[in-house]
Each structure stands twice: as C-alpha cells, then as structure tokens.
Nanobody
Framework: VQLQASGGGLVPAGGSLRLSCEAP??????????MGWYRQAPGKQRELVAN???????RYADSVKGRFTISRVNAKRTIYLQMNSLNTEDTGVYYC??????????WGQGTLVTVSS
C-alpha cells in the first residue's frame, strides 16, 4: 500500500495551496486510520502539521491553526490539506501519514512546498 502526496509547489507569501494524499491501494480500512500531514523544513526535524482521526476529530500545530484545514474523503481514500495565508516558515517537504496503533504506520513520498517572500 502506498500513499501518494501531491499539490506542492512554489507560492508567494500570503498565497494558498491544497495538498492531496491518496491511498488507492488501501481497502475499507482507510477509514479506520488516523491520517496526518507532517512537514520537514531544511535542517529541522519532521513535525506534525495536522491530523484527522477516524471519527473526524482534528488536531493542528499551533503555528498553522486558523490557516490550515485538514479533511478526508474516505470513499476516495484521500485526505487534503488546505493551506491559506502561507508564510516562508511553511516551506518544507510535506509528508502524509496513515496510522492505527501499532498495526499501521505508512508514509508517502513527500511533496515540496516553497513559499517565497
């Protein structure tokens, strides 16, 4: 099973992007997973950006609250990250993750987001 992230790119500060992460090979169990977005900026550790539980409960890093929105469409095996009011500190490689206890821990290949000043 693979996670396929897309939607990254170069955007000016203040702009918006929407990232997508698909899991086309995952069966009905997709809905049971907690899905999330992480990012890694140059020279920094990977950090949680946002996640969404199987019941739809969401969690956000303080730095993106009010600007980013995570969502999921289980029927499409897809999650999204709508990113608004981007700033240069949002630059990094964004990875999607699927997790469920100790059973599932999958990572996508990452998509690069570059915010120019």
């Amino acid at each position: 099973v693979q996670l396929q992230a897309s939607g990254g790119g170069l955007v000016p500060a203040g702009g918006s992007l929407r990232l997508s992460c698909e899991a086309p090979g995952m069966d009905f169990s997709f809905s049971m997973n907690r899905m999330g977005w992480y990012r890694q900026a140059p020279g920094k550790q990977r950090e949680l950006v946002a996640n969404i539980a199987s019941n739809g409960q969401t969690r956000y890093a303080d730095s993106v609250k009010g600007r980013f929105t995570i969502s999921r469409v289980n029927a499409k095996r897809t999650i999204y990250l709508q990113m608004n009011s981007l700033n240069t500190e949002d630059t990094g490689v964004y990875y999607c993750n699927a997790a469920r206890g100790t059973i599932v821990d999958l990572w996508g290949q990452g998509t690069l987001v570059t915010v120019s000043s």
